[in-house]
């Protein structure tokens, strides 16, 4: 009875629960693997106008195209992130702006761009909206064929997995390829431009390099997690590593950690939580992945051991 009971729970967890937290955590750690880089070079905000502007470059796709496939988001999103990009020095060079102020005037105006097309445009037969838009449809990413955990190894069931999860893998693998090829080179221009420089290392490439692995990640985890999520894992588990560690390769490891934990507890809490406190319902997966990742960079601003340190060298 009780072994019944177990297989019983166990396939249910295959087929509801498992995939979207897996892909949870490669959304997660796939936006936390760049957001490292554009923190420690004062360019976290790059991050969230690229999350922003993927929503715009989305719509002009489905608008060209008719239909939501990864190809044309893709290359809507990398669109629109090379022309956030242009329009932030554009904005920074003529109207001698601080960076913060230009990234701040030029994501705002393209994501309201993007709210305002989807509200004009008619996208009933496509599964994509505002409410899309911000939160995602994690919980609705369900692997219907699994009949438990045996499904792992079938061929046949594997194939039917939702297709977020393949394409998020590859993403991450790619992204951390990217990381681990270019590691060095990556390392020395984020703490000193100017020597990397002087020894050859072409620093506005490899920083467009890094802003179009930036782009890649917030569409590829666009669709499955929505932008809550793709803004808080490029700044709060880099953030919060940053606070645990002085070292780069340590504090990369940290911001991975710390993504997968937000992406778990945070799926488990949205699922579960509510019940615990007896409501009936469930809230957002992303809102609180987001939540969790907040929470986690509070504790590090509280008790991480480079706090002290990290707020004497700011002061600096």
Not at 137 to 146: R, Y
Not at 176 to 198: C, M, P, R, V
Not at 279 to 285: C, E, I, K, L
């Amino acid at each position: 009875m009780i072994d019944d009971l177990i297989t019983a729970l166990g396939a249910e967890f295959v087929q509801l629960s498992l995939t979207p937290i897996v892909i949870g955590i490669l959304a997660a750690v796939a936006c936390a693997l760049p957001g490292n880089f554009l923190l420690l070079r004062r360019q976290a905000l790059i991050g969230d106008a690229i999350s922003h502007v993927v929503l715009p470059g989305i719509v002009g796709a489905f608008l060209i195209t008719g239909t939501i496939t990864a190809v044309p988001m893709m290359l809507g999103a990398g669109v629109a992130a090379i022309v956030a990009v242009v329009m932030i020095e554009i904005v920074k060079r003529l109207g001698r702006v601080e960076p913060g102020a230009a990234m701040g005037l030029v994501f705002t105006t393209l994501f309201a761009a993007g709210v305002l097309f989807l509200e004009i445009t008619d996208t009933s037969s496509v599964h994509i909206d505002v409410q899309h838009a911000l939160l995602g449809n994690l919980e609705s990413l369900i692997w219907f064929d699994a009949e438990g955990w045996g499904s792992l190894l079938d061929p046949v069931a594997l194939s039917t997995l939702p297709p977020q999860l393949p394409r998020l893998a590859i993403v991450l693998v790619g992204i951390g390829l990217f990381i681990l090829l270019f590691w060095k080179e990556l390392k020395i221009s984020t703490f000193d431009a100017a020597f990397a420089e002087a020894i050859g290392i072409r620093t506005r490439l490899l920083s467009f390099a890094l802003v179009v692995a930036t782009a890649i990640a917030a569409v590829a985890a666009f669709d499955a997690v929505g932008s809550i999520i793709v803004i808080a894992m490029f700044v709060c588990p880099p953030a919060s590593a940053r606070l645990m560690t002085n070292q780069l390769g340590r504090q990369v490891g940290w911001s991975v950690i710390f993504a997968t934990i937000s992406a778990i507890l945070g799926y488990v809490f949205a699922g579960y939580g509510p019940g615990w406190f007896g409501s009936p319902f469930a809230v957002s997966a992303a809102g609180m992945i987001a939540t969790i990742s907040g929470i986690i960079l509070i504790l590090t601003c509280l008790f991480g051991p480079e706090r002290k340190r990290t707020g004497q060298r700011a002061e600096a």
